[in-house]
């Protein structure tokens, strides 16, 4: 081949490797323009009642005999049983859970142990019920099982009432259409800052549903409130078009 042919030969090559890289390039941005998108949050939040609680209520009574230490214990469980029928409950309401003996003249200091206190009985009774104010108002009075002569222990059992919300799957078809709005007001704000449209959306995730205290008190825990707070947050990337 003559000089002339390769020169020209490698012109052409040279202007066809050009070619098809503007024309890739172009087709990349071309890509990236038509595949613009925005990722946004939307939530949902609502206050609610809880719809069920529980009280548990622990009990001591001791004696030098089983039988003495049992006598104190039924007369603690009817203190108890009259407390909540007072409080506007019914016997199908609360029941015993469990009942525990200790005898104490086997433990490992046993020689300075009073003898009118060698047996322990322990009793576990849980209050359930829907009428959650009623349950609250009865976790009030609390002390007045003291002053009936109930001997409470002071563990965590006996810490108050605690309440659940239990009604979740009724609310989440609402929440999760107003947290997908919000997501998309967010989203068309963004749109009109940057002259683009919102398009269909691309990805979305609802996020997880939590229910927590209605009003944050440090140290409190948040099962010891009535009303609780539902919050869900969905995060949706959407399209974006000129």
Do not use: C
């Not at 990236?32 to 622990?58: N, W």
């Not at 019914?90 to 142990?113: A, M």
């Not at 605690?162 to 989440?172: D, R």
């Amino acid at each position: 081949m003559r000089p002339l042919s390769l020169i020209s030969a490698s012109a052409i090559l040279a202007v066809g490797l050009a070619l098809a890289g503007w024309l890739s390039g172009q087709g990349l941005v071309q890509s990236r323009l038509g595949h613009r998108t925005v990722t946004v949050k939307g939530f949902s939040e609502r206050v609610v009642t809880s719809d069920i609680g529980f009280m548990p209520v622990r009990f001591m009574a001791s004696g030098p005999d089983l039988e003495s230490a049992r006598g104190r214990l039924d007369t603690a469980e009817t203190a108890v049983f009259d407390f909540f029928k007072s409080a506007g409950f019914k016997s199908d309401d609360y029941d015993v859970q469990n009942i525990r003996v200790e005898d104490r003249i086997t433990s490992y200091n046993s020689q300075n142990l009073p003898s009118e206190s060698r047996f322990v009985l322990t009793e576990d009774v849980i209050l359930r019920a829907n009428d959650v104010r009623r349950l609250e108002s009865a976790g009030r009075r609390i002390g007045d099982l003291v002053r009936a002569g109930v001997v409470l222990t002071s563990d965590q059992y006996n810490s108050g009432p605690s309440f659940l919300f239990t009604k979740l799957n009724e609310l989440k078809p609402e929440m999760l259409t107003e947290a997908t709005k919000r997501a998309r007001e967010s989203a068309e704000q963004f749109a009109r800052e940057s002259d683009s449209q919102v398009g269909a959306i691309f990805t979305a995730n609802q996020g997880l549903f939590t229910i927590g205290p209605a009003l944050e008190i440090p140290g409190e825990r948040w099962e010891k409130q009535v009303e609780k707070k539902v919050r869900v947050v969905t995060t949706i990337t959407y399209f974006l078009t000129q």
